[in-house]
């Protein structure tokens, strides 16, 4: 049996605005009835001030999915469409007082309804690139497809790395099998491609990719420190962290970790995982420290 | 009005029978002796086993009672026979099995096929039966061992594993059947037929979890899992679970006694069950072979809406069952059973398997026949291809999300 918090069990028993929704003049489908998960969301938009007036669902799904339904009609009914879309799908579990991590993916959903029922309100095709794959690491919600991209996309070869880019792995260790399996069938791909003859270490990306980079100026270098750290602030931002940078010295950048990332078990391989994608990002070695060795390093 | 929960779900796991709870008890406390030890101690202990070993012998009709090897699960005897049979015949090199087979085959299929064996699945028809001009036709002097399941845990569906042990034998091969759910409801004489190896579990037969079976014909050629000590004549090292042991022996001697009452007082509670719900709810099928199943199992697809919603409703009345959604198993699939029956997505998220026991009145189940039709009528009215009065039109076309 999942375990669910009251809250979730609560609005599963006591659904918040099931049912069609009359009037409704924004509805966003999506969902997979092959997974088993099927959300439809109706809105009803008062065009004057775009205030969600009133909000309705159907959902085909199991508990949690109903359960992220009634959340997600809750909190948007009251808000204007540009407030309802800075909800996240954390803010859904977290209405809910959580949920298990095979279970995030319903609150994906209920984020991803909102998107399409205000694209539709607005007459905006609403595309959704969103694919999701069998979850591999229990402990951090990671799905087969999202390891599988970061792997490929940074030519992953351990399961440190995996850890590094997208914490898989960094608790229980009792999904490290699988993550063998997705390296294994990355990197048997990259060998058999005709173009790609040897698989990439890490070692000569790194020293391919400083020749590769053209020279930046300092303020393009500061802009691109930035962009990448922004890039990863939504992943940290999900599991209620954040991070922000405090000074740029040279090769030695100082961040502030903050909320749940402080203390967390995954904290260091949490720097060290944004200090490679700088690194890439750069073309250039440098160092990611904590803002509390700000005038100590060398 | 008496509301004492319910339980439905035996095909999961059985309570245990209060004789086989009594029968145990002193293995804990003054018969905690070594069976393997010289003294007094394990002597005793050493007896009990002997006996419980002929009760189960008894059940499965084996010739010799040293062809009964106790394991730690069916888990366990699964993986024993099928490696077994890998490890004594390294010339052969497929293992058929079904594509409905429990995860205790498939997923040690799924693992050997990667490290280069040749595996066969045997689809199944609409009702999830084999096609035995398939089977025979993938029988060949490579094949190391047959696996087919007795009968199927989600559907309750039986196989003629007699017969296909048969044309095994003709090809060479050997052949195992995981009789995990059909031991205890399905009259078994080993000595009778061609299998070679047999997998049973004590928890789906009202004796404790954590202690199985693997029965070895004579003259099998066998590799052990384990290796280590003496026990179970080498077959089998690791000290005897002497309690669990002695509990599965009395629980096979009830099997035994109760074999005629599952088959008719237990089939007519399970008939009354389904055709109570088939005849109030509107858009349900029962799935499997109806004609050709376990007494005890009815696994019924209530189409266009979702299983562990259906399962958690039933469990605040109070209703103990399980589903064959993905949601259920954290997967992102439906029930590979259904799913090789050909059962489609709008009704295999939606099936839900009610599994009896001999400790189920027709009170209890009169209260299940009342419960179901409102919790599916509830859960319809929430769910988009449901409409006012039944299905929506064309349920694939009315609610197309954006992504499928
Ligand atoms: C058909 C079948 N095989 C094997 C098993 C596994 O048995 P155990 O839980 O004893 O390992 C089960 C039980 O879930 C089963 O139903
Ligand atoms: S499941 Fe991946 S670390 Fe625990």
């Known amino acids: ?89 954390q803010d859904i579990a977290d209405y809910l007082d959580g949920l298990p991590p095979e279970k995030m993916h319903c609150s994906v959903m209920g984020r991803e309804a909102l998107q399409a029922a205000v694209a539709n309100y607005r007459g905006e095709v609403w595309k959704d690139d969103h694919e999701e794959g069998a979850l591999i690491c229990k402990c951090f919600a990671v799905d087969a497809v999202l390891i599988e991209e970061v792997v490929r996309v940074n030519s992953l070869t351990t399961v440190e790395q995996v850890a590094h880019f997208t914490k898989a792995g960094g608790g229980c260790a009792s999904c490290h099998e699988g993550i063998e399996e997705i390296l294994a069938k ?32 300092n303020f393009q270098r500061i802009r691109k420190i930035e962009e990448t750290v922004e890039a990863i602030r939504p992943m940290l931002q999900r599991d209620h962290g954040d991070i922000e940078i405090v000074e740029i010295d040279g090769k030695n950048i100082y961040v502030n970790l903050k909320g749940a990332c402080v203390g967390c078990m995954m904290e260091a391989a949490t720097l060290n995982g944004i200090q490679t994608k700088l690194v890439e990002a750069l073309g250039e070695f440098v160092r990611l420290l904590p803002a509390a060795m700000l005038g100590k390093a060398q | 009005m008496n509301d004492a929960p319910i339980y439905l779900d035996n095909n999961a796991t059985t309570a245990c029978d209060p004789a086989v709870v009594s029968a145990m008890l002193p293995f804990f406390t003054e018969q905690f002796g070594n069976p393997s030890s010289m003294h007094s101690f394990g002597n005793k202990v050493g007896f009990a086993l002997k006996e419980a070993r002929a009760k189960v012998q008894a059940l499965l009709g084996a010739e010799h009672d040293s062809e009964i090897v106790f394991t730690s699960c069916g888990t366990e005897s699964d993986s024993t026979a099928i490696l077994s049979a890998l490890k004594a015949q390294p010339e052969r090199n497929q293992i058929i099995t079904t594509a409905v087979e429990h995860p205790a085959i498939l997923t040690l299929c799924e693992y050997l096929e990667k490290e ?13 039966r084999l096609d ?3 089977y025979k036709a993938a029988l ?43 031991v205890g409801k399905i009259a078994i004489d080993l000595k009778k037929t061609k299998i070679d190896m047999l997998s049973l579990s004590g928890h789906k037969l009202h004796a404790p979890k954590g202690v199985g079976v693997l029965y070895l014909r004579r003259g099998t050629r066998y590799r052990p899992l384990l290796r280590g000590g003496h026990q179970e004549r080498g077959r089998r090292a690791g000290t005897e679970n002497a309690a669990s042991i002695v509990g599965l022996g009395v629980a096979c001697e009830q099997a035994q006694q109760q074999m005629a009452f599952e088959n008719t007082a237990v089939k007519r509670l399970r008939d009354r069950l389904e055709a109570g719900i088939l005849a109030q709810v509107p858009r349900c099928f029962p799935t499997g072979d109806v004609t050709n199943r376990l007494p005890n199992t009815s696994n019924i697809a209530f189409e266009f809406i ?50 009896l026991s001999r400790y189920n009145t027709e009170s209890e189940i009169d209260r299940v026949i009342a419960a179901v039709p409102p919790i599916i009528a509830q859960l319809r009215k929430i769910s988009p291809y449901w409409g006012e009065k039944g299905p929506v039109e064309k349920p694939e076309d009315a609610f197309a999300p954006a992504y499928a």
């Open chain 2, 140 to 182: 060949g002097p490579r094949t190391a061992i047959v696996s087919a399941m007795w009968a199927n845990n989600e559907s309750g569906t039986i196989f003629p594993v007699e017969q296909m042990a048969e044309l095994a034998h003709a090809a060479g091969a050997q052949f195992h059947t995981d009789a995990v759910q059909a």
């Open chain 1, 186 to 217: 990355v990197s048997k791909e990259a060998c058999t491609a005709p173009t790609a003859a040897t698989k990439p270490t890490p070692a000569s990306v790194a020293a391919a990719a400083p020749a590769a980079a053209p020279k930046l100026t």
């Open chain 2, 132 to 134: 035995m001009d398939e």
């Open chain 1, 1 to 89: 049996m999942w375990d669910y918090s009251e809250k979730v069990r609560e609005h599963f028993f006591n659904p918040r605005n099931a049912g069609l929704l009359d009037g409704a003049n924004g509805v966003g489908d999506v969902g997979s009835i092959k997974c088993g998960d099927a959300l439809r969301l109706m809105l009803k938009v008062d065009p004057d001030s775009e205030k969600i007036v009133e909000a309705g669902f159907q959902t085909f799904g199991c508990g949690s999915a109903i359960a992220s339904s009634s959340a997600l009609t809750e909190i948007i009914k009251g808000k204007t469409l540009d407030e309802a879309l800075k909800v996240s799908n």
């Open chain 2, 306 to 355: 979702e299983g562990e919603a259906i399962l958690l409703l039933l469990n605040k009345a109070g209703i103990a069952a399980s589903s064959g959604s993905a949601c259920t198993s954290g997967s992102l699939e439906p029930s590979h059973v259904m799913r090789a029956m050909g059962i489609p997505y709008t009704a295999a998220h939606g099936t839900t398997r009610f599994s």
């Open chain 2, 116 to 128: 280069g064996y040749a595996i066969t699945r045997l689809g199944v028809d609409k009702r999830g």
